[in-house]
C-alpha cells in the first residue's frame, strides 16, 4: 500500500463528561464523513458517558483507568504517580495497537496519560480546550503539542489557534425554525406560543429545577409552555411537584437536543462550554447560571455571548422563583427583546470547528507521515 493510502489512524482522547466527549465525537464524526480511510478510536473510562455515548454514535472505544487529581493532601494523592503510570502504560498499548498517527485530546481525566503516552511514542499531539480557563490536563499537554486549538483566545495556551467548538451536524447544521414544528410535536408542546426550555446539563441541576419549580404557576398563568430535563435523579420528584400544570413537561433526559433546541425561544441553564456553544450557534438565547465549583471557568465561558446581548448572566445563588417571575417571565412574553437576542446569540456562534479540526489533524498527520516530529521535543 502507498504512503498516501494508508488509513490514517487517530486517537481522541476525551471522557467523563459530556463537555469532554461531544467534542471529540463530532471530530469523529467529520474524520468518518471525510475520509473511508480514517480509522478512529476514542479513548475514555468506564465510569465516563463514553461508555453509551460513543457506541451509540457508531465509534469504537478503548478504555483506560481512570486517573482522578485530588485537589487535596489525601490518600489519594499518595496513588497518584501509580494510578497515572498505570493509564499511560494502557493509553501506549492503545496507540501501539491502533498505530496511531495523531492523537487529538480534549482535556479532562483521560488526556493526561494519552498525552503522556503519545509523547514517549513520539506520536504528534493535537490539543483542543474548548474552556474560557484551560484545566491542568491541557495545560500540560499544550507544552509538547504540534498544534494547540482553542474555543476562547485568552484561556491561557500560549500559541492556541482559534477554531472554536467542534458540534454535532444536527446542531452545527440547525435551522431553528424550519425545524421548529417537529421540535414541539415530539415534546408534546403546542405548536404556538412562547417556549421556555430548561436544562441543567445531563444529570440535571437541583437549583434550576428547585427555582423552575417555585415559579411554575406563573409561567402557566403567563402562557408559557415548559420543557423542563430535571435529569433522571430528579426526574419524580419534578414531575410530581408540576402533576397539575399541563403546560409543563418535565423529562428525564434528552436524546434530540437539536429539537430541543428548535423548540424553544429561551433556554435556562448552567454554562459549560459545549452548551454555550451549541447555543450560539443556533441562535438561542440564554439565561446563564454557571456552576459555582472549579476556577469559574463556566462564568467565563458565558461572557463573550452576554456582552453581546445574546445572554444574561445570573449568579447561582440569585437564580430562584422569584428571579424566574421578575426576570424570565417578562423577557419571555417580549417578542422584540428576544428577537434581538436570537440575533446577537447567533453572531457569537461559530459552525464551522469540527471542519476545521479535521484540516489540522490531515495537516499535521501529513507532516507526521514524512518523518518530522522535531515540534515534539518541549
Same mark, same amino acid.
Given at each position: 500500500m502507498s504512503v498516501s493510502a494508508r488509513p490514517l489512524s487517530v486517537v481522541l482522547a476525551g471522557g467523563g463528561t459530556a463537555g469532554h466527549v461531544e467534542p471529540a465525537l463530532a471530530v469523529a464524526d467529520h474524520l468518518r464523513s471525510d475520509s473511508a480511510l480514517t480509522r478512529i478510536t476514542l479513548v475514555g473510562t468506564a465510569s465516563g458517558l463514553e461508555t453509551r455515548l460513543? *457506541?451509540?454514535?457508531g465509534h469504537r472505544l478503548a478504555l483506560i483507568p481512570r486517573v482522578p487529581f485530588p485537589r487535596k493532601v489525601t490518600l489519594d494523592l499518595l496513588r497518584l504517580p501509580w494510578r497515572l503510570s498505570r493509564a499511560i502504560r494502557t493509553a501506549e498499548q492503545i496507540l501501539d495497537r491502533e498505530e496511531a498517527a495523531v492523537v487529538v485530546g480534549f482535556g479532562g481525566y483521560v488526556a493526561l496519560p494519552v498525552y503522556l503516552a503519545a509523547r514517549r511514542r513520539r506520536v504528534p499531539v493535537i490539543v483542543h480546550? %474548548? =474552556?474560557?480557563?484551560? $484545566?491542568?490536563?491541557?495545560?500540560?499537554?499544550?507544552? &509538547?503539542?504540534?498544534? #494547540?486549538? #482553542? %474555543?476562547h483566545p485568552d484561556c491561557g495556551l500560549?500559541?492556541?489557534?482559534? #477554531? $472554536?467548538? *467542534?458540534?454535532?451536524?444536527?446542531i452545527s447544521g440547525l435551522d431553528r425554525w424550519a425545524s421548529r414544528a417537529d421540535g414541539r410535536r415530539l415534546y408534546g408542546l403546542e405548536p404556538d406560543g412562547p417556549v421556555l426550555l430548561v436544562s441543567g446539563g445531563s444529570s440535571g441541576a437541583r437549583r434550576l429545577n428547585r427555582a423552575i419549580q417555585m415559579a411554575a404557576d406563573v409561567l402557566a398563568d403567563s402562557g408559557i409552555q415548559v420543557l !423542563? !430535563?430535571?435529569? +433522571?435523579? !430528579?426526574?419524580?420528584? #419534578?414531575? %410530581?411537584?408540576?402533576a397539575d400544570i399541563p403546560t409543563h413537561h418535565v423529562v428525564g433526559y434528552i436524546d434530540r437536543m437539536d429539537l430541543a433546541y428548535a423548540a424553544a425561544d429561551l433556554m435556562v441553564c448552567r454554562a459549560g %462550554?459545549?452548551?454555550?456553544?451549541?447555543?450560539?450557534?443556533?441562535?438561542?438565547?440564554? @439565561? /446563564? @447560571?454557571?456552576?459555582?465549583?472549579? =476556577? $469559574?471557568?463556566?462564568?467565563l465561558n458565558a461572557l463573550p455571548v452576554v456582552r453581546l446581548g445574546g445572554g444574561i448572566l445570573v449568579d447561582?445563588?440569585? &437564580?430562584?422563583?422569584? /428571579?424566574?417571575?421578575?426576570?424570565?417571565?417578562? +423577557? +419571555?412574553?417580549d417578542a422584540g427583546r428576544l428577537s434581538a437576542m436570537t440575533a446577537a446569540a447567533r453572531i457569537e456562534g461559530r459552525a464551522d470547528a469540527a471542519r476545521e479540526m479535521v484540516a489540522l489533524i490531515r495537516r499535521v498527520a501529513a507532516r507526521d507521515v514524512t518523518g518530522d516530529t522535531s515540534k515534539m521535543d518541549p
Open positions: 460513543v *457506541p451509540a454514535r480546550e %474548548a =474552556n474560557a480557563r484551560a $484545566g491542568i490536563a491541557n495545560r500540560i499537554g499544550a507544552r &509538547f503539542a504540534v498544534a #494547540v486549538a #482553542v %474555543a500560549r500559541g492556541g489557534r482559534y #477554531v $472554536g467548538i *467542534p458540534l454535532r451536524e444536527e !423542563h !430535563h430535571a435529569g +433522571l435523579t !430528579h426526574l419524580d420528584d #419534578v414531575a %410530581a411537584a408540576v %462550554a459545549m452548551t454555550c456553544a451549541e447555543l450560539a450557534a443556533v441562535g438561542l438565547p440564554a @439565561v /446563564y @447560571v454557571p456552576l459555582p465549583i472549579g =476556577n $469559574g471557568e463556566q462564568r447561582d445563588t440569585a &437564580f430562584d422563583g422569584d /428571579y424566574v417571575e421578575r426576570q424570565v417571565v417578562p +423577557l +419571555l412574553t
